[in-house]
């Protein structure tokens, strides 16, 4: 079974534009979220997905927003980027709407922002 | 609110050494506990679970057991070896939050040397 596969896995990006993230989770999997991983603030939730509804979302800005399709593939959003959006962004699926489900992690996208 | 904290980094052993990294938590209700590791430039792979107290998770030689009354969850392996080399992440789900949300600790740098 294919993992989680996360495109691109690299990114650089100026101040001000808005940059698109996509994550397909393992098939068969209805519940995707989304994590940014920081040096100073660690690993953060953005939000989760199921059925194509935001089930749980993150404190995060309203730059960040996320969609889930009817296949269960999601993109996230980041709009006027700014120095501090710079991070490995994280994308994890897991089975069902259950809660203590594992979740399995992509190899994240890496986004600089100059 | 929810929150991990793991001991700080880096730990530095040496190939056959005994290994353990503390984590402890708060959480309201019933958490799962998981430790999540990170090689360089990868995702996080779950290492090991626990659902409720008591329970103790195992995997490649790693366990760590689910203690309520001590609010911990510490990662110990016997005998590390080089390819241990990683990023260990403590984790936490909260039984009292719907959907897959999981809250992180700051994570702790295991280099071993041969």
């Known amino acids: 079974k294919a993992g989680v596969t996360q495109t691109p896995r690299y990114l650089i990006k100026t101040r001000g534009q808005q940059v698109t993230l996509s994550c397909s989770p393992i098939s068969g999997h209805r519940s995707v979220s989304w994590y940014q991983q920081t040096p100073g603030q660690g690993l953060q939730f953005l939000f989760e997905?199921?059925?194509?509804?935001?089930?749980n979302k993150g404190n995060f800005p309203g730059r960040f927003s996320g969609r889930q399709f009817s296949n269960s593939r999601s993109e996230m959003n980041v709009s006027t980027l700014e120095l501090g959006d710079s991070a490995l962004y994280l994308c994890?699926?897991?089975?069902?709407?259950?809660?203590?489900?594992?979740?399995?992690f992509g190899p994240g996208t890496r986004l600089t922002v100059l | 609110g929810n929150s991990v904290t793991q001991m700080e980094g880096p730990v530095t052993l040496s190939e056959e050494a005994f290994l353990t990294i503390n984590c402890t938590y708060t959480?309201?209700?019933?958490?799962?506990l998981f430790w999540y590791v990170q090689y360089p430039g990868e995702g996080l792979q779950l290492l090991l679970k626990?659902?409720?107290?008591?329970d103790k998770g195992s995997n490649k030689g790693f366990e760590a057991t689910y203690r309520k009354e001590t609010t911990s969850f510490h990662l110990e392996k016997g005998s590390v070896q080089v390819s241990d080399s990683a990023v260990y992440f403590c984790a936490l789900s909260s039984s009292m939050e719907y959907g897959n949300k999981l809250v992180f600790g700051a994570g702790t740098i295991l280099r071993v040397k041969s």
């Open positions: 997905y199921f059925s194509e509804t935001q089930r």
């Open positions: 994890a699926s897991s089975m069902d709407e259950q809660g203590y489900n594992e979740q399995f």
């Open positions: 959480a309201t209700g019933y958490p799962s």
């Open positions: 626990a659902t409720k107290a008591d």
